[in-house]
Each structure stands twice: as C-alpha cells, then as structure tokens.
C-alpha cells in the first residue's frame, strides 16, 4: 500500500478551475496505477479519472471529458487532476486512489481496483 494526501480544493464559481495534487508515499509509487474519484452528499463514490503507472494511458468518465485533465510526476510521486469549465454538479469530495503493482499500461475505473485511498479533499462549484 501507498499513503495518499489530496489538496487543492476548495470554493470556485461555474466556469472557474482548480488543481487537485495528490502526494503519494511509499516506495510502489512509480508502479501503482492512480485514479481519481468522487462523492456527492446521498450518492455513492465515482468514477472521474484514471492514469496508468507509466502515464501513457488515461480514462474519464463522460461527464469530465473535455473538461478535466488527469497527469502524474513519477520523480514528484504526485498525480494531478486540472479541472476546468467547473459546473455546480462538480461539487462533491474528491479522492485519490492507487492500485500498486499495476502492469505499466491498465488503467481502472472500479472503485473496488484500488487498495489505497486518501482522506479526500472538498470541492464546491457555485453557480
């Protein structure tokens, strides 16, 4: 397992952007896949974003595509998630997650592929 601390979050109006970093330490980093999720109050966790271990591949959901940007630093062991065009529906905590010992190229979507999370960070989108 790896240790996850998100940040960036916080308060934007519709069409405003933010960065999320998460840090991550452990000595797997380099091969763990990362991914970022999201939860809204009364809805369960999603899907937003995945990058492979080598960063060669990502994933989004639909309704970020376009709009957001997952990335990673191996060196920095940090991944990134810029999100722009922000709309009230983004509101939500956001999480990172990893899945070490990845092959180089997966990337996941389940919430049930990852083994470590971090403590989440809020995001609130007002209109």
């Known amino acids: 397992q790896v240790h996850l601390v998100e940040s960036g979050g916080g308060l934007v109006q519709a069409g405003g952007s933010l960065r999320l970093s998460c840090a991550t330490y452990g000595r797997t980093f380099s091969a763990a896949a990362s991914g970022w999720f999201r939860q809204a109050p009364g809805k369960e966790r999603e899907f937003v974003a995945a990058?492979?271990?080598?960063?060669?591949?990502?994933s989004y959901a639909d309704s970020v595509k376009g709009r957001f940007t997952i990335s990673r630093n191996n060196a920095r062991n940090t991944v990134y998630l810029q999100m722009n065009s922000l709309k009230p529906e983004d509101t939500a905590v956001y999480y990172c997650?990893?899945?070490?010992?990845?092959?180089?190229?997966?990337?996941?979507?389940?919430?049930?592929?990852?083994?470590?999370w971090g403590q989440g960070t809020q995001v609130t989108v007002n209109s």
């Open positions: 990058i492979s271990w080598s960063g060669g591949s990502t």
């Open positions: 997650a990893a899945h070490v010992n990845a092959p180089s190229t997966l990337v996941y979507a389940s919430v049930y592929d990852y083994d470590s």
